[in-house]
């Protein structure tokens, strides 16, 4: 790597941390902006060098957001909301841009691209492609949809006791860490989530992952795990209220969506409607048909290489 540099930035009042990583200090950048709410996302350097190769047309930016991970280092931050998020991203992107003298690609996760969109709608000038990947798009909806799918796909599994969980938390709102994460645990083990992980598996990939990264001491992992159901606490409400259809109707730059067929947290359905209804200079939408929640892990060649296009696209000027 001619780039590989973890140090820390301050964003909206907050030391925040970045792991930046590129094979040429002159291809354009790429911040990531990862799921959650709650997520790390420095732990997945390796991982997604690894599946996605990204390093080699882009300087990749890692970014443990407010409230996750390294970044939960030093004071508690007190205000984990949207609007606060939002307000980082757009700092990051100025710090990004004021470094590079160009815009940036912006790949946003599940939770982390509903914050990429607001971010672009604030401040197009600063982002030069938006990549929305299972975005969180309607609150409502995605929640009774996981809701539904968890219930139904247990009752007919005859599995009696995510039957008894689940008919325990009740149909949503779900604005409780617990209830939100006995939802997400059956829908992650219906295969929901990711195409060949189950709950438990994903989370001791959290754990093993923070473990082997250099980037983070065995404080830094505590942290993590308590944050991430300190920062569902925070975020649950709004997540709940989500509705881009309404809040974002047109974004000033080039938009991708991308969208997993077999994902039961962020549906099909409303993706569709909003690209449907979204007002964008240009706009794609790509189904990754062997994905869940998760299409950077469950296709990554096809995922990479859809960033890849996306910056080939633009330096031919399409």
């Known amino acids: 790597m001619a780039t590989d540099e973890l140090e820390a930035v301050q964003l909206g009042g907050t030391t925040q941390w970045i792991r930046t990583r590129g094979a040429e200090s002159s291809n354009p950048v ?21 599946l996605l190769g990204l390093e080699a047309a882009f300087t990749v930016v890692y970014w443990d957001q407010r409230g996750c991970g390294r970044s939960l280092r030093g004071p508690k931050t007190t205000d984990i909301s949207l609007e606060a998020m939002v307000g980082d991203t757009v700092a990051l992107l100025g710090l990004l841009r004021d470094r590079s003298g160009q815009k940036t690609y912006v790949a946003g996760f599940s939770f982390g691209a509903t914050v990429a969109a607001y971010a672009a709608a604030k401040r197009p000038d600063l982002v030069e492609v938006l990549v929305a990947v299972g975005t969180d798009i309607d609150g409502t909806a995605a929640a009774n949809n996981a809701y539904d799918f968890a219930l139904s796909t247990a009752r007919q599994r005859g599995n009696r006791r995510a039957t008894r969980q689940l008919e325990a938390i009740g149909p949503p709102p779900h604005l409780r860490s617990k209830q939100f994460s006995t939802r997400a645990r059956w829908a992650s083990n219906f295969g929901g989530v990711s195409r060949d992980e189950n709950y438990a598996s994903l989370v001791r990939g959290l754990l093993a992952s923070l473990a082997r990264s250099p980037d983070y001491s065995l404080g830094d992992i505590v942290r993590t795990v308590r944050g991430i159901n300190a920062t569902q606490a925070a975020l649950l409400p709004e997540l709940a209220g989500v509705d881009l259809v309404r809040a974002l109707p047109r974004l000033e730059v080039p938009v991708i969506m991308a969208q997993g067929r077999l994902d039961q947290v962020a549906p099909g359905e409303a993706a569709e409607r909003y690209y449907g209804a979204l007002e964008a200079p240009s706009k794609q939408f790509v189904w990754f048909e062997n994905s869940a929640h998760t299409p950077q892990l469950d296709e990554p060649d096809k995922f990479g290489d859809l960033l890849r296009r996306a910056r080939a696209d633009r330096v031919a000027g399409t």
């Open 30 to 50: 790429l911040l990531l902006v990862q799921q959650g709410p709650g997520l790390p996302m420095i732990n997945e350097a390796r991982r997604f060098e690894r």
